[in-house]
């Protein structure tokens, strides 16, 4: 079982007022510093959950970005495919948080993804295709996600949107997915509708498989997730009585435990609650990506949950 993941990796710069945010005002708050990127995290969550996984990505070679690749080395992630280009600037996420732990407003600079070019793809292209399944993030451009999922039609292949603005570039390419995990925003902006209750919901997952998806999985915030796939659909509401300490990362720990669902040839139904438990481990820390998550602890979570 291998799964490759194709998609950024970030410094974060995260900050977290300690009362309600005062607009244009200095906000008294706490700051961090740490890897990430959606492909990152998602690669990251997998290591701690068993997964056998691959990155594929660029770094610029200073120190933090040098120091990120190692980090997944020595979680086990194979980094073999890991471009570091001297002089670029690293890949880089400034998030500020509310009081409640959500995010409040994001920038992103990412031009170093540029990098990840079809050419590159096609060098490694066999291992690729060797893999179980390979995720794409939203970050990748337009011309990656094109020429990667033709290249790869043969492999099972899952899209996390990232968000609303990147993911307009693969409006026409959502039906060569296998599983795709966009959340309403996102599924708005794919399929050029408007989402305001449960049924809007489920017409989003009918659309997704009529383009060709198999496994749909649209996630709510705090009203939780959708599933839908052949024969099966249904809601799952996050359990109460949360402690959220940070919602960052909480999407990459779904989207990884989805990429081990589809290796594994789970259901949608299946991979959705084991998602569900991730992302509340995830909430728990106030890390991205909760050092403590395990398969044990999932299981542990999703039985107590029953």
């Known amino acids: 079982m291998k799964i490759g993941i194709i998609g950024g990796i970030n410094i974060d710069i995260e900050g977290a007022p300690l009362k309600s945010i005062k607009y244009h005002d200095s906000n008294p708050g706490k700051i961090r510093l740490s890897y990430g990127g959606v492909g990152r995290n998602m690669a990251e969550n997998l290591a701690r959950l068993g997964g056998d996984c691959a990155m594929i990505s660029c770094v610029g070679d200073e120190p933090m970005s040098i120091g990120a690749v190692d980090h997944l080395k020595n979680l086990g992630v194979d980094v073999s495919h890991i471009r570091v280009l001297p002089g670029e600037m690293p890949s880089m996420y400034l998030s500020i948080l509310d009081e409640k732990g959500d995010m409040e407003v994001a920038i992103s600079d990412m031009d170093i993804v540029n990098n990840i070019t079809p050419i590159y793809i096609d060098e490694i292209r066999h291992d690729l295709e060797s893999m179980d399944v390979v995720a794409l993030d939203g970050n990748l451009t337009g011309e990656l996600l094109e020429h990667a999922t033709a290249v790869l039609r043969g492999t ?30 996102e599924a708005e902006t794919l399929l050029d509708m408007k989402i305001e209750d449960d049924e809007d919901v489920e017409e989003a997952g009918r659309r997704f498989m009529e383009m060709g998806v198999a496994k749909v999985f649209i996630t709510l915030g705090e009203k939780g997730v959708f599933f839908m796939e052949k024969g099966d659909q249904g809601f799952i509401r996050p359990a109460k009585g949360m402690t959220i300490k940070s919602a960052t990362g909480a999407g990459d720990s779904f989207s990884a435990c989805v990429l081990l669902g589809l290796a594994l040839g789970m259901r949608a139904s299946a991979i959705a609650e084991m998602g569900m438990a991730a992302s509340r481990i995830t909430m728990e820390s106030d890390k991205a990506v909760n050092e403590n998550i395990s398969m044990e602890l999932i299981k542990q979570l999703m039985n107590k949950e029953m």
């Open 156 to 185: 099972k292949l899952f899209f996390d949107p990232v968000s609303a603005n990147k993911c307009v570039k693969a409006k026409d390419l959502v039906g060569r997915f296998f599983a795709i995990k966009p959340n309403m925003i």
